[in-house]
């Protein structure tokens, strides 16, 4: 009688061939493993625990489970307390190694970072249109609704920043919207990205007397943008050019970010 082989069961006992082949080399494999001190089973709790691992790290089950090709059921059987694990199935598992950075990070940063160029005229929905997101999931964010975001949208607004935080955007309602919120531009922050930092927050801004010159302009410039004030306002003024005062301004951001660099790098 000729067995077709999709139909066989592999199991022990079963009288067909293939399954008695198959029987066969599993008792062989089986002997050779425990000849040479070969465990056929791994603990468990260790296989569980170094699951937990790879969800702490940022997988998720069914990812875990499709880099493993072990089903989903079981690993919650694993984590659930199961005694031993197949050693298949356990190095499968084992193989797989926890992530490096977490797909999903704190949106502190963002926040700050699309806050402080509202501040200085780049409105939130050009913010969320160029860093590639819906204006109302960035609104949720800046709203608190949500606890993580992916790192990629993190990664995305910080780069805008990067890009922009040196230019003054052309929104006047931007401006006013972040200075009635209460929100902080690029100069308030030495370190936009660490937690801990707080803003410098400035004190109304008095203007020198007529025919006083301000024996530090740059820091006066400063304090106008902290302020919220246009870089036209800020020109008409201090008596410079529109030119001048982005020239300051640049210049300004530029040492701010190096003297954050700095204290990274210590």
């Known amino acids: ?13 079963c009288r067909r061939n293939e399954c008695r082949t198959a029987d066969r080399i599993y008792r062989k494999q089986y002997e050779l493993r425990r000849l040479e001190g070969i465990p056929s089973h791994i603990s468990g709790p260790v ?11 940022g997988h998720t089950i069914r990812g875990i489970a499709k880099r493993a090709k072990v089903s989903e059921r079981a690993i919650y059987y694993i984590i659930d307390g199961q005694t031993n694990v ?11 190694q926890p992530l490096q950075e977490p797909p999903r990070v704190d949106p502190l940063a963002t926040i700050r970072r699309a806050q402080a160029l509202a501040f200085i005229g780049w409105p939130i929905v050009w913010t969320a249109e160029q860093a590639g997101i819906h204006p109302s999931y960035l609104f949720n964010i800046l709203g608190g609704w949500s606890r993580t975001i992916p790192r990629y949208v993190d990664q995305r607004v910080a780069a805008l920043y990067r890009e922009y935080s040196y230019r003054p955007g052309p929104s006047e309602h931007a401006r006013s919207i972040a200075r009635r919120n209460g929100w902080h531009g690029p100069l308030a922050w030495d370190d936009i990205s660490d937690p801990a930092a707080e803003p410098e927050i400035t004190e109304p801004y008095e203007a020198f007397p007529k025919f006083e010159r301000d024996p530090d302009r740059k820091a006066e410039i400063a304090h106008l943008d902290s302020l919220g004030e246009s870089v036209a306002s800020i020109a008409k ?4 050019s529109e030119k001048y005062i982005r020239d300051q301004l640049t210049a300004i951001q530029r040492e ?4 954050a660099n700095l204290r990274e790098a210590a």
């Open 1 to 13: 009688m000729t067995h077709v082989a999709h139909y066989a069961c592999y199991r022990r006992g």
């Open 47 to 57: 296989v569980a625990s170094h699951i937990r691992l790879l969800v702490d790290s």
């Open 86 to 96: 197949t050693l298949a199935k356990a190095r499968a598992l084992l193989a797989v």
């Open 237 to 240: 003024q201090l008596g410079n």
């Open 256 to 259: 701010r970010a190096a003297r």
